[in-house]
């Protein structure tokens, strides 16, 4: 099964080659890239998009979980912020978003429920529960029986368990239609071709030739190629940016409508046998089974094993679930950082930005990724969200030159994991 054939692309406006340079070029379809995309022109500037197929990427394949706070992990309390930060504009982004798209998104204030099957996993919930206050974040712990009243459909043998009522959902494939419309509204320019190398005049970036052989010229060039950022020419070899693929099998099943209330009403999550799984109900009947973390490089296979430990974890935390429709499998690619956290803002060579490496986070990142990006397109400012996830923190120290646009003292960064 492949994910939805259906072009969200059809009818959008396209840029054929020709014409004076746009004053930004982001490379890259996927949310990042559209949110950047829009954000920009929302800002006045002309704007092109390349893709080759834009509204594609690894959003098709998200769950949509905005699990700031289940999420969390030891050393990643920078992340932590942008996460949060995130995750309190998703309100606001949703409203402006729906209404500059016509589209709505499926953003659920729905909350989340984090299971513990065994008592390993009890005692790692705990564990997480414990750094959740400490951070000061709102999370609440269960008994078993007090899960089960939450979620009539979990095993019976789950054993705690932690309620997150701010760690909602949004669809990502809704989301990414979404922003193609409000891009075509804004006025951002569409090029469906992929960009092979980064050009660059003199000592700046000045856009990107495509693998037509054809070229968009612009004042300013954003990478938003999720892990493909490290794959693209030209680049000076200092700033080619350590964002590796981690591959992601997911499942999609069909519930069926109940007069005795949702199948399950909030995300459930648990770690089974030490592997993540997730279960993301969605309001039109979805839900979304998540998902296996891969070191297979550009590999985006499903595969029977894939599929085998995800319904058996499933089925551990939801025995149920056994008798619903499975009505897709796909796979996709995170794009993940040395840190796990984001490359946000301007690079050593002028002219050229980067949005990527959002790993586990990019629908989480993206209403704030839009926001500092276009902040940063249209005042040459990087917003103090972004201080501490600048790319030049992975750069060697001979290496580091000062950072057009960013903030005073922009010194490499300790990465925080
Ligand atoms: N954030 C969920 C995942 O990456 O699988």
Redo the contacts with the bound molecule.
Sequence with gaps: MQPSSTSPTAGLRQDSGAGSPADAVVVGGGVIGLVTAWRAAQRGMSTTLVDPEPGGGAARV??G?L?AVT?LHYGEEALLGLNLESAARYPDFTAELEEASGQEIGYRACGTLAAALDADDRADLRELHALQQRCGLDSQWLTGRECRRLEPMLAPSVRGGLRVDGDHQVDPRRLVTALLLACERAGVTFRRSAAVRVTVTGDRATGVTLDDGTSVEAGQTVLALGSYASRLEGMPPELVPPVRP?K?Q?LRLRMPPSAYGPFLSRTVRAVVRGG?I?LVPRANGELVI??T?EEMGWDTTVTAGGVYELLRDAHELVPGLTELPLTETCAGL?PASPDNAPLLGPTALPGLHLATGH???G??LTPVTGDVMGELLATGELPEPAFPFIPGRFAQPSTQRPLPGSPAGSEPQEQSA
């Design positions: 998200a769950a979980m699990a999420e981690v992601g997911v993540h997730y998540g998902a973390s995170r790993y586990r986070n629908v989480l």
